[in-house]
């Protein structure tokens, strides 16, 4: 955004009173090319508005809005109104309708609004006075007789910013520093609503370690799977000091998935190594109790997961 | 071309909003709906401002794009801060008012 | 208590630079300065025993008595500063202050004292004492004998109120004290229900008598532009209509009526008898029932120059002496035959009170030994209930003069004052009435025959029932029930607290009549007030009512004497004439008050109950309801859909907007 609008105010005021038809003619009317301009892009805006009539999803009703925006800040340009038109695009179709957007994104982007009327009668009340304003509206307009409209030539003489300018800071100065209030009225009060008082004390690292001390997880890492391994050590349990599997020990995701190697296959070889005879060179009783770990294995094709248990029976948990 | 067209198409969106406001159920479309009307709004004050060839219409639509700017931020706050009591962003559920 | 003294000490200083006028002279320091000790000494005790609380159980009763002693020693001094000087100087104001000063209205408060005032001070504080001293030793059992002194103080202050009052304005303060006093000591055992009926019947009916006094002050206030007794009773009568001092004076009657139980405002004290004795003789015998009597005194002026309300007050009291006097014929009830007695008495004082000129001392007169002998058989009444176990059915009795020596002998003198057997002291005041009654007001010969008449057969009739009364409860063979508890009764006589103040008042009740009345003193003495007069000449000879007089009780003693002393007097009550059984409910006066007062008023208020719920309330009702209707009707378009809202603003503006072009165009 910042790019945008540190550019464009930059060079247009120098580019666009010759560029673009500002003024009009003798008899009042636009020029062609306004014309072409026109009756390219009121159909797209009207069929735009009437998406956000329409649109079930909120995003699109926000996207169509979008579009009718910018297709306003090129007749705005189109017309004149120079200054306007950029303001538009920063201010509307960039900083208000994305603010929109924001919003539908917390609020739940996917949520389809109903178009189920609830309210008995509104549907009709609704067409019935937007036709009515329509009609009321659109009789003034066309029955009002106007001036010969004069251009803007003159007026934007200096450039329409500049023009805009003079008068925001001569004759509605007062005006100008309201707004200004208004706006930092507006930001404390978006500030004040959004606000929520914390009704719990904040939760610190201190406090999330109590918790765990105090709820009774496993404040170690999980033990690692067994070694008892031809292939893969990570899908065997591990033993406990009495000889029964572990299931913790082997990753979650094996066992969700069922590739858990069932500990009865490891069942004579266990039993061997309880019997003391299997060990081929270290008693079996410590070599019970330190084998989760893996750090001595007895067998050489065990080595291959030593490195597994520890980072997997972290992510187990 | 005649200025009046922008007059009618002016007219025509501010329908179109009006007609969102009361039709959607969604808060933020409804509020969508009142941008739009403020939108033609404009479109009509830049359109005379020209007619007139002063700039005071251009002017004032710059005010109320400020105003709306507030506005959004107002409004927004106030959809968030309700849908986080209700879960809900329909204008319908807030009916307090009614006993 | 500090306060007070020095509000006293500083009262002389607030006199008024103003003269006052129609004889009563403003005075200043000496004796006079403690008056106000008359009414503050048991008003401050009274406040001290009930703020006090149960803290003051073991002395409250002392202090009481010494409140009540200590009043009666500052009546004495007064009286006795009053005594020293000329008698045309007797009429005194003491000025306490400016009470109410409202626009064109303008009281100060001060106390009158006077011969008339000091005569009842010196009563009350007397007998109110004596009846202390007794309550002492009756109310020993009671658990809220503090409280019953706190009232008994309270009952003596209002009173002293009432009877120094300089205005009608502070007299009614005084008035509705005594009347809340006497409601309080009624309802004392309230937790007994008769009892509390009686003390709200005694409360309304005084109120209806409260309603003549308020009247009587408004008139008063229209007619003289104020309300103390030197404006009114110092105003030139001549230059008032007579409808409207007939109008003061009948409400004047009225509030009399209420407080004194006179015809027809009567019923109350027979049930006010539900008090403790020592009530029943101090208010309901002894002081605040004789008020009406000192208000109509008071008044004379008024009276004097409305010969119409004066009649009023003359038939009133003939009807309600004899009205009494037929009740206390037929009542079994030693209390309720004594309260009878007090009616009778008393309408015998409103009677004199009525005569004029000529009755008001001796209506004064008579209220003083009436207070002595009446309280005095109270006081014996209430020692033989304390020694018979609380019984009061004189069927019941008999017998007792030998267990009860100095009851009955107290009693015997109070029986033959009432009586009127000279010397003793009835003879002197009632014999005066009667003889008054004789004689011709305005040349009305009639009259004077017939309430002579009335009031020589009133004392036939008195001397009947009080000899009853005497004979069947001191005379006679026993006819003693058992106790409550069912053991045999012992009767005994009354411990020496009780049995002292009974012996004084008995001597009051032989010599005070005789005191006074030789030589004229009391009439003389009163004579400030009441004025002197011309005393005309009876129909008859006064000797020869005399013995008139005596003859007629002398007949009415021996009646009794021969059906209750020497016959054996029935333990049931026997049937009896029409008479008797209608004698026994009050001649029906509560029913004929139902009838005529109770039972329309409660249909009136139950009509008035409908029509308000009906029409009033309907019509309120109706307005909310129709309001909810509309509401409700436009609450179906509050749906509290923001959108629906929005439809209507929009429609609305669609019809604005075609409305406007409509018209313009």
């Known amino acids: 955004m910042s790019p945008l609008a540190a550019h464009l105010p930059a060079h247009l005021p120098a580019l666009l009173p010759t560029a673009l038809p500002a003024a009009v003619d003798t008899a009042g009317r636009a020029s062609t090319g306004e014309a072409v301009l026109f009756w390219v892009l009121a159909p797209i805006m009207v069929i735009a508005a009437l998406g956000l009539l329409f649109a079930r999803k909120a995003v699109h009703a926000a996207l169509s809005l979008i579009v009718v925006m910018i297709s306003l800040a090129f007749m705005y340009v189109t017309q004149g109104a120079v200054f306007l038109g950029v303001v538009q695009v920063v201010v509307y179709t960039g900083a208000i309708m994305m603010l929109f957007l924001f919003v539908l994104m917390l609020v739940g982007v996917d949520s389809a609004d109903s178009l189920v009327e609830t309210i008995r009668g509104q549907r009709w009340i609704g067409v019935i006075a937007a036709l009515g304003l329509l009609v009321v509206l659109g009789g003034v307009l066309l029955a009002a007789t106007y001036p010969v409209p004069t251009g803007l030539g003159e007026a934007n003489a200096d450039s329409n910013p500049v023009g805009v300018a003079h008068l925001i800071f001569s004759d509605h100065v007062f005006a100008m520093e309201v707004v200004g209030a208004l706006l930092v009225t507006a930001a404390l009060g978006a500030l004040v609503m959004s606000h929520r008082r914390r009704l719990t004390p904040k939760r610190g690292q201190r406090e999330l370690a109590d918790l765990r001390v105090a709820g009774g997880h496993h404040l170690a890492p999980l033990p690692a799977p067994g070694v008892y391994a031809r292939h893969n050590a990570m899908d065997v349990p591990a033993l406990d000091p009495y000889g029964n599997p572990i299931d913790s020990s082997v990753p979650r995701v094996l066992r969700v998935r069922g590739q858990e190697a069932d500990a009865n296959e490891y069942a004579a070889r266990i039993d061997r190594v309880l019997a003391g005879g299997a060990a081929r060179d270290v008693t079996p009783d410590p070599e019970l109790a330190t084998t989760p770990g893996g750090s001595a294995p007895p067998d050489g094709a065990a080595g291959a997961g030593t490195d597994g248990p520890t980072t997997t029976g972290e992510e187990a948990r | ?99 | 208590m500090h306060t007070l003294m020095t509000w006293a000490a500083s009262a002389p200083t607030m006199l008024p630079i103003s003269e006052i006028s129609s004889g009563a002279q403003p005075v200043r320091g000496g004796i006079y300065a403690v008056a106000p000790l008359l009414v503050g000494l048991p008003l401050a005790s009274a406040a001290i025993l009930l703020l006090a609380g149960r803290r003051s159980d073991r002395w409250g009763h002392w202090l009481g008595v010494l409140a009540s002693t200590g009043a009666f020693v500052v009546g004495l001094l007064t009286f006795l500063a009053i005594l020293g000087r000329d008698a045309s100087e007797r009429v005194l104001d003491v000025h306490l202050g400016t009470w109410i000063d409202a626009g064109a209205f303008h009281l100060d408060a001060g106390m009158r004292l006077d011969p008339l005032s000091l005569t009842f001070v010196l009563l009350v504080t007397f007998v109110g004492t004596l009846i202390h001293v007794y309550s002492v030793a009756y109310m020993d059992h009671d658990r809220d004998r503090r409280r019953f002194f706190a009232y008994l103080n309270l009952f003596v202050a209002a009173m002293l109120v009432l009877v120094l009052a300089d205005s009608y304005l502070l007299l009614f303060v005084g008035w509705e004290g005594v009347g809340l006093a006497s409601y309080l000591l009624i309802g004392f055992w309230n937790h007994r229900t008769p009892y509390a009926v009686a003390a709200k019947k005694a409360f309304v009916a005084n109120r209806i008598g409260d309603i003549g006094l308020v009247v009587a002050l408004g008139l008063m206030f229209s007619t003289f532009g104020g309300v103390d007794f030197s404006t009114v009773l110092g105003a030139d009568m001549s230059g008032v209509s007579t409808a409207t001092l007939t109008g003061i004076g009948l409400m004047l009657l009225l509030a009399a009526c209420g407080k004194s139980a006179q015809f027809p405002l009567q019923s109350w004290l027979g049930d006010a008898m539900a008090g403790p004795t020592p009530v029943s003789a101090l208010i309901h015998a002894a002081t605040m029932v004789t008020a009406g009597v000192y208000l109509i005194v008071r008044s004379s002026a008024i009276f004097d120059a409305a010969p119409t309300a004066q009649l009023v007050v003359v038939v009133v009291g003939a009807i309600t002496l004899l009205f009494g006097a037929i009740v206390g014929c037929a009542k079994d009830d030693i209390k309720k035959a004594l309260a009878a007695s007090t009616m009778s008495q008393i309408g015998y004082m409103v009677l004199a009170a009525g005569l004029g000129p000529v009755g008001y001392a001796f209506a004064i007169f008579h209220l003083v030994t009436h207070g002595f002998f009446k309280a005095g058989m109270f006081l014996g009444a209430g020692s033989v209930m304390h020694g018979m176990d609380d019984q009061v059915d004189m069927r019941r009795f008999g017998g007792l003069a030998r267990y009860m020596k100095i009851t009955y002998l107290t009693f015997m003198a109070g029986w033959l004052a009432i009586l009127g057997i000279p010397p003793f002291s009835g003879y002197w005041s009632k014999d005066k009435i009667i003889e008054a009654a004789f004689i011709p007001t305005d040349g009305h010969t009639w009259r004077a025959w017939v309430f002579g008449m009335v009031a020589l057969l009133g004392a036939g009739i008195t001397a009947f029932y009080m000899s009853r009364l005497f004979f069947m409860t001191f005379e006679g063979e026993k006819r003693w029930s058992t106790k409550a508890d069912g053991s045999a009764q012992h009767p005994h006589e009354s411990p020496a607290l009780m049995t002292w103040p009974m012996i004084i008042l008995a001597v009051g009740s032989v010599a005070l009549g005789a005191f006074l009345g030789l030589g004229n003193r009391f009439v003389d003495w009163l004579a400030p007030v009441t004025g002197s007069h011309e005393e005309g000449d009876p129909v008859l000879a006064a000797p020869v009512l005399v013995g008139l007089t005596l003859l007629v009780v002398v007949v009415g003693a021996v009646i009794a004497w021969r059906r209750y002393a020497i016959s054996t007097v029935p333990v049931t009550p026997p049937v009896g004439t029409a008479l008797t059984r209608a004698a026994r409910v009050d001649l029906y006066q509560d029913v004929v008050n139902d009838a005529l007062l109770v039972e329309p008023g409660q249909h009136l208020t139950r009509t008035l109950v409908y029509a308000d719920k009906a029409v009033v309330d309907g019509a309120a009702v109706g307005v909310g309801q129709s309001s909810v209707g509309l509401g409700r009707l436009l609450r179906k378009t509050q749906t509290g859909f923001v959108r629906s809202y929005a439809a209507t603003m929009l429609l609305g503006l669609v019809v604005l907007v075609v409305a406007v072009l409509v018209t313009q165009s």
């Open chain 2, 1 to 99: 071309m005649n200025l009046t067209n922008y007059l009618v198409l002016s007219g025509i969106l501010f329908s179109i909003g009006s007609a969102t406001v009361l039709l959607r159920r969604n808060a933020i479309i409804v509020f969508m709906g009142i941008e739009l009307m403020l939108n033609a709004t404009n479109l009509m004050l830049v359109t005379f401002s020209r007619m007139h060839g002063a700039l005071d219409g251009q002017v004032l639509a710059f005010f109320v794009m400020v105003v709306a700017a507030a506005e959004v931020v107002v409004g927004l706050a106030i959809i968030v801060s309700i849908y986080r009591t209700r879960r809900s962003a329909s204008v319908d559920d807030v009916n307090l008012l009614k006993s």
